[in-house]
């Protein structure tokens, strides 16, 4: 079975500094690798998805992740943090279509 | 388009009630899921549908819970009995396969029913 694991469950950056939130994926097939947001009181949105065509993926809001093999991670960053970026992140696998969610990363960003 | 549609968006109620919550999907899309997210246990897959058809309810808790999608554009989720532990949001999401295999689509998700059992 795939699964993923999210690094910390809460993350807390300054507005205007890097953001970095880990997510590592065990599977024994390619992946299909999502982060999703979700603010407070709203369903799940996409920021980006790695589906195998490039391994650095853009997203929505200024988000980017790279996928390695190397090192099962599939990372997501945004070089400097907005005050709007708080929220709750989740990555997933996709297993036959099915999403496996890790576990979440509250980001709080400090004025 | 108006995206994927939940209702209650909350509900609350007395434990031993039935509850049911209520989803349609976006048009067009052929996969329907349905999650439920808990501080314990974060974000769990119930069951899903394709075509109406439910494809895989291993993640249903007990038979106190059972799901329909009676057309293309409704589905169901019931809770009969209601039990305090079924406190959680549910929910909904929606997907259309894309022309590069199954897997790398996107699910499109609902605003959730936050549902309170006393």
């Known amino acids: 079975a795939q699964s993923v694991t999210q690094l910390g469950s809460h993350v807390s950056v300054s507005e205007g500094a890097l953001v970095l939130l880990r997510c590592n994926y065990s599977?024994?097939?390619?992946?299909?690798l999502f982060w999703y947001v979700q603010y407070p009181n709203q369903g799940l949105q996409l920021l980006l998805k790695?589906?195998?065509?490039?391994?650095l993926v853009k997203g929505i809001n200024g988000f980017e992740a790279e996928f390695k093999k190397s090192e099962t991670s599939f990372h997501l960053t945004k070089p400097s943090a907005h005050m709007s970026d708080a929220a709750e992140y989740f990555c997933?696998?996709?297993?036959?279509?099915?999403?496996?969610f890790g576990q979440g990363t509250e980001l709080s960003v400090k004025p | 388009d108006a995206g994927v549609i939940q209702s209650p968006r909350h509900e609350v109620t007395e434990m031993g009630q039935e509850v049911t919550l209520r989803c349609k999907p976006i048009?067009?899309?052929?996969?329907l899921f349905w999650y439920r997210q808990t501080m314990m246990r974060g974000l769990e897959l119930l069951i899903y549908f394709n075509n109406n058809v439910p494809i895989d309810d291993s993640g249903m808790p007990e038979d106190r819970f059972s799901a329909k999608m009676p057309n293309a554009s409704f589905s169901t989720l019931k809770i009969q009995p209601s039990e305090p532990r079924d406190s959680a949001v549910y929910f909904c999401a929606s997907s259309q396969p894309g022309t590069s295999g199954r897997g790398q689509e996107t699910q499109y998700f609902g605003p959730g029913t936050r549902l309170l059992v006393l």
């Open positions: 048009s067009g899309h052929d996969y």
């Open positions: 790695y589906t195998s065509a490039a391994t």
């Open positions: 599977s024994s097939v390619p992946p299909y």
């Open positions: 997933a696998v996709s297993e036959g279509g099915k999403l496996i």
